[in-house]
């Protein structure tokens, strides 16, 4: 069981900047690919970022590619998801997730592989 809280959301302009964190409980966190979805008012959830269990791999998103980066602080049991040059159209809840599934599977951008989910924090980007 993994239980998961995430923080770090607000208002920021356009080109800023925030550091999202996901705290983790629960001893199989190490087990765990973790990713960052995020969704938009009347859009579906989509999936934004995606890091292995040792965090020595990542996979992101087009549209986020060379702005935002996932890590992940095993010792901790935490998450994070920097975001840099912000756009409107990031505006989103921000949400994390944790499967037992590898890095590799090429399904994780698919919110049904994933077995827990935070709570989401706001993201607001304004222009």
């Known amino acids: 069981q993994v239980q998961l809280v995430e923080s770090g959301g607000g208002l920021v302009q356009a080109g800023g900047s925030l550091r999202l964190s996901c705290a983790a409980s629960?001893?199989?966190?190490?087990?765990?690919?973790m990713a960052w979805f995020r969704q938009a008012p009347g859009k579906e959830r989509e999936f934004v970022a995606a890091?292995?269990?040792?965090?020595?791999?990542?996979y992101y998103t087009d549209s986020v590619k060379g702005r935002f980066t996932i890590s992940r602080d095993t010792p901790n049991n935490t998450v994070y998801l920097q975001m840099n040059s912000l756009k409107p159209e990031d505006t989103a809840v921000y949400y994390c997730?944790?499967?037992?599934?590898?890095?590799?599977?090429?399904?994780?951008?698919?919110?049904?592989?994933?077995?827990?989910w935070g709570q989401g924090t706001q993201v607001t980007v304004s222009s």
């Open positions: 997730a944790a499967t037992l599934r590898p890095l590799t599977d090429d399904r994780l951008t698919n919110t049904r592989q994933y077995d827990y």
């Open positions: 890091i292995s269990r040792r965090g020595d791999s990542t």
């Open positions: 629960g001893r199989t966190f190490s087990s765990n690919t």
